[in-house]
């Protein structure tokens, strides 16, 4: 049985407030949500992604405003980026209240705190009235989900309500920023530029992701983001090979032979647009019956860093 689908903020907050499993829209990416404040719930959140409790989750709140119900100190590095960037991609790893659960925050002393943009997102936290805890709404190392179908494909029959708030307009994960006494470390690039960053937090630090000894960002997998289909991450595209059946995605259009598919993201080369789109494309090869994915290398500025950072990590999974 596939779950209901909704545009109705009212119904997800009573869902959440009773312990329930509601997808909702952000500007990023769809979050599978629960009451931060309800371990059962959230117990449920992990159950329902086939998620490692290592895996820390994201806490949302309504406002910057309401900080104090989950960390116990903000930075001035971090009040500065909250008050310039929420509501916004931005995630901020805070020291946390003790009344936040472990299971939230996978045992660790922070928590991963962010207000998101999104104006049904933002009604559901007001009318529940709690913060909200929100991976993305994927099985755990699959590919992200920017539209409500992406969803329920992966997720419909075991969550309790999808609240449609049609595409993410950002459509790659939050930025993850760690505030240091010296400057701050990004933990995960994401919809936030690490130039947008630096032009307000000063030195920036990029965490070193895939060193398996101390990972900075629990969660942060070299594995990930991946679609079905085996996919690769090439500098150019190269000729298919005859009889194969191989599907491209690259920013700009392409003239390129033997492929089945090619998605192009852009006419002209924007990287925040082809962020938006960037998963999107990516489920629709996935569904083609494919060999194989062949992904050419964006620009390693602006979002297109983030982009690169998803393709490297779907690209490590096979
Ligand atoms: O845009 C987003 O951030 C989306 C939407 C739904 O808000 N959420 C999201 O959540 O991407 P998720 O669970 O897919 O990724 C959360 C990651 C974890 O894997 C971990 O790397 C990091 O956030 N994280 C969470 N809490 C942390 C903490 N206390 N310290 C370090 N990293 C943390
Ligand atoms: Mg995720």
Redesign the pocket.
């Known amino acids: 049985m596939t779950c209901r689908v909704t545009t109705d903020a009212a119904w997800a907050a009573d869902v959440l407030r009773s312990g329930g499993l509601v997808a909702l829209p952000?500007e990023?990416?769809y979050?599978l949500g629960a009451d931060a404040t309800n371990p059962t719930a959230v117990a449920r959140i992990f159950a329902a992604k086939q998620r490692p409790a290592f895996?820390?989750?994201?806490v949302?709140l309504a406002s910057l405003a309401h900080w104090q119900t989950v960390a116990t100190e903000l930075p001035p590095r971090a009040a500065q980026l909250a008050a310039r960037f929420w509501p916004g991609?931005l995630?901020l790893?805070l020291p946390k209240q003790s009344g936040i659960s472990d299971l939230v925050?996978s045992g660790?002393p922070?928590?991963?705190v962010?207000v998101?943009r999104h104006p049904l997102m933002q009604a559901v936290l007001e009318l529940a009235d709690c913060p909200i805890a929100?991976?993305?709404a994927n099985r755990f190392g699959r590919l992200s989900p920017t539209r409500p179908e992406h969803v329920v494909e992966q997720l419909g029959n075991v969550i309790d309500l999808i609240l449609d708030g049609g595409p993410c307009a950002v459509g790659v994960?939050?930025t993850?920023v760690r505030p240091d006494v010296d400057g701050v470390t990004i933990?995960?690039l994401?919809g936030l530029s690490v130039e947008d960053i630096a032009a307000v937090a000063g030195p920036v630090r990029l965490a070193a992701t895939e060193s398996s000894t101390a990972p900075e960002?629990?969660?942060?997998l070299p594995q990930h983001y991946a679609p079905r289909t085996p996919i690769a991450l090439v500098p150019a595209a190269p000729v298919a090979p005859s009889g194969s059946r191989w599907g491209l995605l690259t920013l700009r259009p392409i003239m390129c032979d033997g492929y089945v598919a090619i998605e192009s993201l852009t006419a002209d080369g924007d990287l925040i647009l082809a962020a938006a789109r960037f998963f999107a494309a990516l489920h629709r090869l996935d569904k083609l019956g494919l060999d194989r994915i062949i992904a050419v290398e964006f620009p390693e500025h602006g979002l297109g860093r983030a982009i690169n950072d998803r393709l490297r990590r779907a690209a490590a999974t096979y």
């Open positions: 952000t990023t990416v979050g895996d820390p989750l994201i949302h991609p995630t790893v925050t660790l922070t928590v991963g962010r998101p929100a991976p993305s994960e939050s993850i933990l995960r994401g960002a629990p969660g942060m």
